[in-house]
């Protein structure tokens, strides 16, 4: 069949006709399931995702927020770099104080916890700024990817009705 190659790679279209079939077989064997709870792992790949999840060990209890995680490691190292680009290196404290001035912004204009925003970015410094911006104030990002068809976004647009939208464009 056909995909957008520019997009896809053969193996990854390969994984999810995996996924693909194992949820239309799954739906076909319990048709009075409700579809987030139809199963889409094949099953060699939710053994391997099992057997790692065994061996892993948390070091973080399941109640520390991500936030509170990504402020200590600013303060242990503010000056480490925590992201780059092509164009853009950040450290932990510039990170930070690009998050906080983003986030600080959509509160001003509105944005609250569960309001959701899209983030019309290239994957860059910017997007992740801005990802880590609507997680600090509780806001729901729903990411759209410049390089696909308009349509395909406005659709997307459509259906998630954001808030606001994060944009460098």
């Given at each position: ?6 997009i ?6 390969a994984q999810i ?7 239309v077989d799954?739906?076909l ?5 409700k579809?987030?709870l139809l199963?889409?792992i094949p099953?060699?790949e939710?053994?391997?995702?099992e ?6 060990e ?5 109640d ?5 995680l990504?402020q200590e490691?600013?303060i242990l190292?503010p000056t480490?770099i925590?992201?780059s680009?092509?164009?853009?290196e950040l450290?932990y404290f510039?990170?930070?104080?690009h998050?906080?001035?983003?986030g600080?912004?959509l509160?001003?204009i509105?944005i609250?916890?569960?309001?959701i ?6 994957r860059?410094c ?6 880590l911006?609507?997680l ?10 410049p390089t ?10 459509t259906?998630?009705n954001?808030?606001?939208i994060?944009t460098d464009?």
């Open positions: 069949f056909e995909y957008a190659s520019d896809y790679n053969k193996k990854s279209i006709s995996k996924s693909y079939i194992t949820l799954d739906a064997k319990n048709p009075d399931q579809i987030a199963n889409c099953g060699e939710k053994i391997r995702l057997q790692a999840l065994e061996k892993s948390s070091r973080f209890d399941n520390t927020l991500f936030n509170t990504f490691q600013t190292n480490a925590a992201v680009d092509e164009t853009t450290n510039d990170l930070i104080c998050t906080n001035q983003i600080g912004y509160t001003k509105g609250k916890k569960g309001d925003v899209a983030l019309y970015l290239d860059s910017n997007y992740l700024v801005s990802m911006a609507c600090s104030i509780g806001a729901v990002f729903v990411p759209f990817n696909v068809g308009l349509d395909r976004n406005l659709n997307n647009l259906f998630s954001p808030c606001a994060i464009t």
